[in-house]
């Protein structure tokens, strides 16, 4: 038995961790941010998947039967591939699950007008993910996306509430309500966004939902751990959590706090 790993390039995981423990305090969660590579969402697919999958098999090495990648980019990058390719050949029993699916499968029922916007990194919006695995399940449904690439630097750098800051953010709000004057709905389709909520809610009118996918990706998890006993078995309970960084421990202690995440003494792992 393992805890369930819990992969991010950097702290964004962090507010899907909290969800998790929230909804499903009795699991122990191992988590672990790829900071010294972050952000992922510039990068090439290639890279993105090769990172994503040294970090599957360090989460396998240290115990893990189950692994969320906390990412949107990493999920829309390597997911599949990791899937369909690696899991069948170095962990058939072990299981690795994203974030876009769980968020895609319950848009539909939140939007009223059917016009859906979403905001993430160039990574994710490019591969189109979203825009397909909404298709899937509301095919009524216009996904209208763009893409934020300053949003995680900002967030990483502590630059988000800045004046300087909130000028890019808004400006990118603005630019995706223009495209399409009737989404009601923005999914927050990069993990790191959550931090923006409060302010981005201040910011669209007032008929505009926000979603982040904390809570959505908890649910899911905790109704797939109840279908699949099998998986289930294999996840240690003991409320504990443990986390790894790719960079400086010190700075990610810290800085974790940012992202819903207290009291955080992390270890060091090196990724190869
Ligand atoms: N938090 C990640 C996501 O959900 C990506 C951040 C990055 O660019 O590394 O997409």
């Not at 299981?95 to 939007?111: H, N």
Request: hydrophobic share 35%.
């Amino acid at each position: 038995m393992g805890p369930i790993g819990v992969f991010d390039s950097g702290y964004g995981g962090l507010t899907i961790l909290s969800e998790l423990r929230k909804r499903l305090p009795q699991y122990d969660y191992l988590y672990l941010g790829d900071n010294a590579r972050a952000p992922y969402g510039t990068r090439s697919f290639d890279v993105v998947y090769e990172f994503t999958l040294q970090a599957v098999k360090e989460l396998f090495d240290r115990g893990c039967h189950l692994v969320i990648l906390a990412c949107n980019t990493a999920s829309a990058k390597a997911l599949r591939t990791i899937q369909q390719k690696d899991l069948p050949v170095i962990a058939p029993n072990r299981r690795v699950l994203g974030v876009i699916r769980p968020s895609a499968e319950i848009i539909g029922s939140i939007t009223k007008t059917n016009h859906i916007g979403i905001l993430a990194t160039p990574g994710t919006v490019s591969s189109n993910s979203y825009t397909i695995e909404i298709g899937n399940f509301s095919p009524e449904s216009t996904v209208v996306q763009h893409a934020c690439p300053m949003w995680v630097p900002l967030i990483e750098n502590h630059e988000h509430e800045t004046h300087a800051g909130q000028e890019f953010i808004q400006k990118d709000i603005e630019t995706l309500l223009e495209k399409d004057r009737q989404i009601d709905t923005i999914v927050l389709g990069c993990t790191h966004y959550p931090v923006l909520k409060a302010y981005l809610e201040s910011i669209v009118p007032s008929h505009v939902q926000i979603i982040s996918q904390g809570k959505i990706v908890a649910e899911s998890l905790a109704d797939y751990l109840e279908r699949h006993p099998e998986i289930d078995q294999f996840c240690s309970k003991n409320s504990s959590v443990q986390y790894l960084t790719s960079e400086n421990t010190n700075e990610f202690d810290t800085n974790a706090s940012i992202f819903a995440a207290d009291d955080v003494k992390s270890s060091h792992v090196s990724l190869h």
